[in-house]
């Protein structure tokens, strides 16, 4: 397979491939933060969550489930790390967002882990 495939000069192609490029780019940010909390290398989770956070506000929207499970993802991360008062920020947050996508905030914090498949 080759290092790099020549983009088309059409305008919308480029707008879509730039699009699924930031969409893996924000996976793969979320993928090495959870390696990064396992090795005890907090800060530089915290920095990659929240590169992937303004990536997918910027894809999905704000109210959109990649931003939920990017949230819960930083709530856990602060549990880590025992920033209440962050949590406590994440945690509203993730309840905003619950209500608007779901109508509800009757989904448990605790679901979350199902639902964002950590």
Do not use: H
């Amino acid at each position: 397979m080759p290092d790099f495939v020549p983009i088309p000069d059409n305008d919308k192609f480029k707008t879509e491939y730039i699009i699924e490029i930031s969409k893996l780019n924000s996976y793969f940010k979320q993928n090495l933060a959870e390696i990064y909390i396992e090795e005890n290398k907090l800060e530089e989770a915290l920095k990659l969550l929240k590169q992937s956070l303004i990536i997918n506000n910027y894809i999905y929207g704000e109210n959109s489930v990649y931003t939920l499970c990017n949230n819960y993802k930083l709530y856990n991360l602060y549990s880590i790390k025992n920033d209440n008062q962050q949590k406590e920020k994440e945690y509203l947050e993730i309840n905003n967002i619950k209500s608007k996508i779901l109508g509800t905030k009757d989904l448990r914090i605790e679901q979350l882990r199902e639902v964002c498949k950590i």
